[in-house]
């Protein structure tokens, strides 16, 4: 997506021209529909999108909260857009569920921006997204597909950003997912959970991991205002004196990188 930090100046236009799009499907809905690809093409388009968003949510915890949080506003406004269609151009109703999901679709559109990531998380990982799913199931389906050690520790980590119950947890690690691993090992994606963040210390996670911006849990912590995790970390021997990196520093570490630049190297 688009936003001032990563783009600067580059960024009002687009953003005037994102207004005025909306400001377009408000007043006129039937000449916006004029300017649309076929049915097909937008479903097509908007299940990458999708995927990719998903796929980018569960990189990290912090992306995971943005992620819920623009699902939850999407959610939000379904109803009062359908009633706005509905009042003000009398629409039936599959017109108003058709400008409702076109129009909160170019929120989706602005928010992850045009991809040519075609990404999405593994089958395991969506397992563990969806709480319909037993231990049972989740033992059964890694017998039968069985999976990587990466897609264990990814699977691990799903698990945490969903606050799935401990014997998930348990399962994952004993065939084979590695909590001290990755950009942000697994106790950063259990730092909403204080059972789960207490379950991986207590099986040796390391409370003062870092990321690559000097980050460690504590960090996040506090951010989200979890005292009793805070609290528990510090337990724990959470380093309070951990030093975060400043921009020059974050500068230095994107031009070592050069072209490779992950998507957590922002400004």
């Given at each position: 997506?688009?936003?001032?930090?990563?783009?600067?100046?580059?960024?009002?236009?687009?953003?005037?021209?994102?207004?005025?799009?909306?400001?377009?499907?408000?007043?006129?809905?039937?000449?916006?529909?004029?300017?649309?690809?076929?049915?097909?093409?937008?479903?097509?388009?908007?299940?990458?999108?999708?995927?990719?968003?998903?796929?980018?949510?569960?990189?990290?915890?912090?992306?995971?909260?943005?992620?819920?949080?623009?699902?939850?506003?999407?959610?939000?406004?379904?109803?009062?857009?359908?009633?706005?269609?509905?009042?003000?151009?009398?629409?039936?109703?599959?017109?108003?569920?058709?400008?409702?999901?076109?129009?909160?679709?170019?929120?989706?559109?602005?928010?992850?921006?045009?991809?040519?990531?075609?990404?999405?998380?593994?089958?395991?990982?969506?397992?563990?997204?969806?709480?319909?799913?037993?231990?049972?199931?989740?033992?059964?389906?890694?017998?039968?597909?069985?999976?990587?050690?990466?897609?264990?520790?990814?699977?691990?980590?799903?698990?945490?950003?969903?606050?799935?119950?401990?014997?998930?947890?348990?399962?994952?690690?004993?065939?084979?997912?590695?909590?001290?691993?990755?950009?942000?090992?697994?106790?950063?994606?259990?730092?909403?959970?204080?059972?789960?963040?207490?379950?991986?210390?207590?099986?040796?996670?390391?409370?003062n991991q870092a990321n690559a911006f000097g980050k460690t849990p504590l960090f996040y912590a506090i951010e989200f205002n979890?005292?009793?995790?805070?609290?528990?970390?510090?337990?724990?021997?959470?380093?309070?004196?951990?030093?975060?990196?400043?921009?020059?520093?974050?500068?230095?570490?994107?031009?070592?990188?050069?072209?490779?630049?992950?998507?957590?190297?922002?400004?």
């Amino acid at each position: 997506g688009s936003n001032s930090s990563c783009n600067g100046v580059a960024y009002l236009p687009k953003l005037q021209q994102f207004d005025f799009l909306l400001l377009k499907i408000a007043i006129d809905p039937i000449a916006y529909q004029k300017t649309l690809d076929t049915p097909e093409n937008l479903e097509k388009k908007y299940d990458i999108l999708k995927s990719y968003f998903r796929y980018w949510a569960y990189q990290s915890i912090g992306n995971f909260r943005l992620y819920k949080a623009f699902w939850k506003e999407y959610n939000n406004a379904i109803e009062p857009l359908e009633k706005y269609f509905e009042s003000n151009f009398n629409f039936d109703k599959g017109s108003n569920i058709y400008y409702t999901s076109n129009a909160l679709n170019e929120f989706l559109n602005w928010a992850v921006g045009e991809t040519k990531i075609y990404k999405d998380i593994s089958p395991l990982a969506k397992i563990m997204s969806n709480k319909n799913y037993s231990v049972s199931y989740i033992q059964d389906f890694i017998f039968s597909n069985n999976p990587s050690q990466d897609d264990l520790t990814i699977a691990l980590q799903a698990a945490l950003l969903n606050q799935r119950e401990k014997e998930i947890l348990e399962l994952l690690i004993r065939f084979g997912a590695r909590i001290d691993e990755g950009y942000e090992s697994a106790i950063f994606y259990a730092l909403e959970n204080y059972e789960n963040t207490n379950f991986l210390i207590q099986n040796g996670a390391n409370v003062n991991q870092a990321n690559a911006f000097g980050k460690t849990p504590l960090f996040y912590a506090i951010e989200f205002n979890r005292l009793d995790i805070i609290k528990l970390l510090l337990d724990n021997g959470a380093n309070v004196n951990q030093k975060y990196i400043n921009n020059n520093e974050k500068l230095a570490l994107s031009a070592n990188i050069g072209s490779n630049t992950p998507y957590f190297i922002t400004f």
